[in-house]
């Protein structure tokens, strides 16, 4: 039987080989999501809440906590604030997706009474069913196995099968351990999560009948090629696959007046978590004539980051990358060492002319580590021609020279069409969980630009409105009973009702 190997990412030192999921593990764990499903659709969102309420209280157990974090740092050489910052974001995502469900408006209920011309109408939005996870290898918790997109899919109403990372096996076991338990102990059906291993177990859920729908967060090249053995299948099944690119940075020539805490703001960007971001910023287009190259190459050799890589053929694919990018009519202008033990890689800043970034270009194309690029632009003209070349991105940012700034707002409006968060000073780096978050983009960052896998709306992904025409009450779903036994908001006859 093949195997998933952890390996402790600051030496490179094997730690585990762990035995995958057989075709037989994988298609018991998808009868019985297929057959927990409707009791999952017919459960109250409070309910829902106390499940996802139950995991998170799970996590922050502390001796689980300990071993969680203790795991994945050996793993991922994320260092041990970071992912006890981390796991707690998972814990807070779990109860804020909890929170939505049970705030009901997610559902978009509304009834339109019968009328002269019209028959009664009563629309909501209902589970699609089991849904399959493969997380991130960049965010074990926030966006692993009980990261956001299980968080949002269980707040739902959907059965999840994760796939655990092969960049954190052990971890993503453990995670699964964590969570099957406290569901059981909560009350949940059996069937609700489960965690399956290796890589064609990932590829068994996606063509599995069982399976509605996919929630995927890594490479161009993974979520692509889910994408299309999603829509090979003889029922085609949505993917959200979260991508990222490049994530553009552009500076206005009113923020040359503090163009060295834009570049420093900028290395930290690029730089944190070793730029093994999907929103680090990759590229930075600036006034040309002041000589600002320059001052982000000072930046960086300042601030002179140090780190490992999650896995080695990421570490591989930065050195790479910064080749291909040379090759491409880049040239490097900073540079610090790699740790030179483990998965380490070089950070690089380069520089490249405004006539090489055009579309096709592999200086369009994200590097994904701590690598990035800066050109300098003539004016705002030209600068619309190099924006206009390149990928849809996660997020975009605008440096300014204040509230007054005279080119915030056309440049707001040449980078907004590009992204699916505009930052204006501020970076990109970071993503908030709330109601008006929205972490997509056009493709390639996504697969579906209109959606998004962090905030409120996340929930959205995994369902699909169904309307009941002239069906009696006691045949209809609770939240479009007239007694409203969900208490969910309403929209009846046009007129917004809350519970």
């Known amino acids: 039987m093949s195997a998933d190997t952890s390996y402790d990412a600051r030496t490179g030192e094997v730690v585990e080989h762990l035995e995958v999921s057989t075709p037989s593990d994988v298609a018991a764990a998808l009868a019985a999501a297929e057959s927990a499903a409707p009791l999952l659709a017919a459960a109250p969102p409070a309910q829902r809440r106390a499940w996802l309420d139950a995991l998170a209280d799970a996590l922050a157990e502390p001796a689980t906590a300990e071993a969680l974090v203790g795991t994945a740092d050996r793993e991922t050489a994320l260092g041990d604030a970071r992912l006890r910052g981390e796991l707690a974001r998972c814990a807070s995502q779990l109860r804020f997706y909890g929170e939505v469900a049970a705030e009901g408006s997610y559902l978009d209920v509304a009834v339109d009474h019968a009328a002269p011309l019209s028959p009664e109408l009563r629309r909501m939005a209902v589970p699609l069913g089991p849904v399959a996870v493969l997380g991130a290898s960049n965010f074990p918790f926030a966006f692993g196995a009980l990261g956001s997109d299980t968080a949002s899919a269980l707040a739902a109403g959907c059965p999840v099968l994760a796939k655990a990372h092969p960049a954190h096996p052990v971890t993503s076991r453990l995670l699964g351990e964590v969570a099957i338990e406290a569901l059981a102990a909560a009350g949940a059906p059996q069937g609700t999560f489960a965690v399956l291993s290796g890589f064609a177990s990932g590829q068994q859920l996606v063509r599995a009948p069982e399976t509605r729908a996919v929630a995927f967060t890594g490479s161009q090249g993974a979520g692509t090629a889910l994408w299309r053995l999603a829509n090979d299948r003889e029922v085609v099944i949505p993917v959200y696959a979260e991508m990222g690119t490049i994530n553009p940075v552009v500076m206005t020539p009113g923020a040359l007046d503090r163009v060295d805490a834009v570049a420093a703001g900028f290395v930290a960007s690029m730089t ?24 982000v190459a000072q930046a960086l050799v300042s601030a002179s980051p140090s780190g490992w890589m999650l896995t080695g053929a990421i570490a591989a694919a930065v050195r790479s990358g910064v080749d291909e990018l040379c090759e491409a009519g880049a040239e490097v202008l900073a540079q610090v060492p790699a740790a030179g033990s483990g998965w380490s890689a070089p950070t690089t800043v380069l520089r490249a002319g405004a006539d090489a970034v055009r579309a096709g270009s592999r200086l369009t194309q994200e590097c994904f580590g701590p690598v990035a690029l800066v050109v300098e632009y003539d004016d705002l003209a030209q600068l619309g021609g190099i924006l206009a070349g390149l990928q849809g991105a996660l997020a975009g940012s605008v440096m300014t020279g204040g509230p007054q700034d005279p080119d915030t707002a056309q440049v707001v409006s040449l980078v907004a069409p590009l992204v699916g968060r505009v930052c204006v000073d501020d970076w990109p780096t970071g993503v908030a969980f709330s109601w008006a978050q929205q972490h997509g983009g056009p493709w390639p960052a996504t697969t579906v630009p209109s959606a998004t896998s962090v905030g409120a709306a996340a929930l959205h992904r995994f369902t699909r409105p169904v309307t009941w ?31």
């Open 272 to 295: 944190l978590g070793m730029g093994q971001f999907c929103t680090k910023p990759g590229l930075l287009l600036v006034p040309s004539g002041h000589d600002v190259p320059s001052r």
């Open 469 to 499: 025409q002239s069906v009696p009450d006691p045949a209809l779903p609770s939240a479009l009973r007239d007694d409203n036994p969900w208490r969910v908001p309403r929209r009846v006859d046009g007129i917004r009702v809350e519970p």
